[in-house]
């Protein structure tokens, strides 16, 4: 209930709210503070003061829960339409005159172009609350991370002498991930068949994360005396790490060309260039320039019912931040259809794929230990995130219809929902809603 509460606060303000300041760790290290070389956990509290130092493993698997996070965060679809009212010049009374019966869908694009001189502007608002990654549950605690005792002298390589060096501590994350994106567009008429605009997002990014870390006394359980205790005399201890971000996101800047208009078929090829103008530091933008090559394929404008077809490939640079990030193969199907002259109905099947994504998965492993009473050598089971590259498929459906209010002022309400559940970064339901108006 909040949720929806908050959206329809967003939604009926539709404008930019002031910087929010941020705090001192970025969001992009905000999770690497957990067991950071800076802040081990020291166990004071049992028989001797336990040293559970930094696991480079722990630090890397955060790492790439960044990494993947803001790949994704950040080049997540945006509701921006080009224009819902469409011109072209009627040669025989040298005026303009509509050319399509429906208003078009939100998140792909037709073959269609403003018209010559037609400005449109647009505002929109979304917002995001992701639930899931790689098919863990985020808030759930699915994702584990295992820390191992330091080794003591005598050092020797392993975690059996002395005996309790065996103990484990296994760390559950919950983390909260939320974003609220309002964006500013304009869209403006070059010629009858192209078209230029950009798109300006002002981005809100929200963490809330904690790990609770267990002591688990696999090798003192025989011990007659505790071994290993927070400080408390708790074998259970809560660290939190949260933090806010709020700014300009990654402007993009379009270009639509039509090469083909016929009576029920068009056809066009469009650019979108995504600029590194978002702080990528605080996950406000990718951090390195996108530019995405796509053709349009449409049915007749003229029509009430119209298919689409969006075709593209994204090339990604490479990000001071988070390294070299994945190119996309980007695709769009679905349709726009008119039942009256003011309202109009869309659907639409967006999918991307990330080629040689950097992905997490989960694998087995054993830990040795031995007991206080038994020098036999045993062995524990545990998981381990590890990463693991291929291609990464990541569909949305978007289901939604824009309203003619009056003269040309369009209201657009939609919701995207993920139709891959087990991959990617996913937010079961997206809320979008926008207002446009064409001069």
Do not use: C
């Amino acid at each position: 209930m909040i949720r929806q509460e908050k959206f329809a606060v967003a939604a009926l303000a539709l404008g930019f709210a002031a910087p929010a300041s941020a705090q001192d760790v970025p969001l992009s290290q905000l999770l690497q503070q957990f067991f950071s070389p800076n802040n081990p956990i020291v166990l004071t509290g049992g028989f001797h003061q336990g040293h559970f130092t930094t696991q480079p493993e722990a630090q890397a698997t955060l790492g790439l829960l960044n990494t993947n996070i803001a790949s994704q965060l950040t080049s997540f679809p945006l509701g921006s339409s080009s224009g819902g009212f469409t011109y072209t010049l009627d040669p025989t009374l040298g005026v303009l005159s509509r050319n399509a019966v429906s208003f078009g869908p939100l998140f792909a694009e037709r073959a269609i172009t403003s018209g010559k001189k037609k400005f449109t502007v647009g505002v929109s608002y979304q917002q995001n609350i992701f639930e899931k990654l790689e098919g863990f549950d985020l808030r759930g605690g699915d994702i584990h991370l295992t820390l191992f005792h330091e080794d003591l002298p005598p050092v020797d390589g392993t975690h059996l002498n002395p005996f309790f060096e065996g103990d484990i501590i296994d760390s559950s994350l919950s983390l909260r991930l939320e974003t609220n994106t309002r964006v500013f567009y304009a869209n403006y008429g070059v010629t009858d068949r192209f078209d230029v605009g950009v798109v300006v997002p002002w981005v809100s990014v929200n963490i809330d994360s904690s790990i609770t870390a267990t002591i688990n006394d696999i090798a003192t359980t025989t011990s007659p005396f505790p071994i290993h205790l927070y400080g408390d005399g708790t074998k259970t201890h809560v660290f939190t790490e949260d933090g806010v971000a709020d700014g300009l996101g990654d402007v993009v800047v379009r270009a639509k060309f039509v090469a083909v208009q016929q009576d029920n078929f068009g056809a066009a090829f469009a650019a979108d260039v995504r600029l590194p103008t978002g702080d990528e530091t605080e996950l406000l933008g990718a951090g390195t320039t996108q530019a995405k090559l796509f053709a349009i394929l449409s049915g007749s404008p003229k029509a009430k019912f119209s298919p689409h077809l969006n075709l593209g490939y994204t090339i990604t640079g490479t990000s001071d931040v988070f390294g070299s990030l994945p190119d996309e193969l980007n695709y769009t199907v679905g349709f726009d259809a008119a039942p009256t002259a003011k309202f109009t109905v869309f659907g639409d099947v967006i999918g991307r794929t990330l080629i040689d994504a950097d992905r997490l998965v989960s694998e087995p492993r054993q830990h040795q230990y031995r007991t206080f009473t038994d020098p036999t050598v045993r062995t524990f089971d545990t998981t381990r995130l590890v990463s693991e590259t291929g291609n990464l498929t990541l569909l949305l459906g978007s289901a939604g219809f824009k309203f003619n209010i009056v003269s040309r002022l369009l209201l657009s309400a939609s919701a995207l929902f993920s139709l891959t559940r087990d991959d990617g970064l996913q937010d079961d339901i997206t809320p979008v809603i926008s207002l446009d108006y064409t001069f």
